[in-house]
Nanobody, 123 residues
Framework: QVQLVETGGGSVQTGGSLRLSCAAS????????VAWFRQAPGKEREGVAI????????AYAASVTGRFTISQNGAKNTIYLQMNSLKPEDTAMYYC????????????????WGQGTQVTVSS
């Protein structure tokens, strides 16, 4: 069973940067896509970015395009989310999720989840 652990959250000011990491307990080849989601208090969980661990293809939500970058390491057991030009509206708990590709940004379709890491952006 794939286990995911997120790290790298913290508190930054508007315009700052953070890099989140999602480490997997086993090779992500068995689950083709890894996605980052976020959930702010009182709001639904929303998709942020997806990476295909086999092709390295990526996709982003419109709200983060041009500011966030998803990538993976050479061993394909860690996924990163580089977040630049952060805004207060980016404040949320960030989660990584893994499963087969083709699920898009629907969180209900992902089986494997990490515990989350908090990102707080102050104005």
């Amino acid at each position: 069973q794939v286990q995911l652990v997120e790290t790298g959250g913290g508190s930054v000011q508007t315009g700052g940067s953070l890099r989140l990491s999602c480490a997997a307990s086993e090779s992500l080849f068995s689950t083709n896509c890894v996605a980052w989601f976020r959930q702010a208090p009182g709001k639904e969980r929303e998709g942020v970015a997806i990476i295909n661990t086999l092709s390295s293809g990526t996709a982003y939500a419109a709200s983060v395009t041009g500011r966030f970058t998803i990538s993976q390491n050479g061993a394909k057991n860690t996924i990163y989310l580089q977040m630049n030009s952060l805004k207060p509206e980016d404040t949320a708990m960030y989660y990584c999720a893994a499963d087969r590709c083709g699920l898009g940004f629907d969180p209900t379709k992902y089986v494997y989840w990490g515990q989350g890491t908090q990102v707080t952006v102050s104005s």
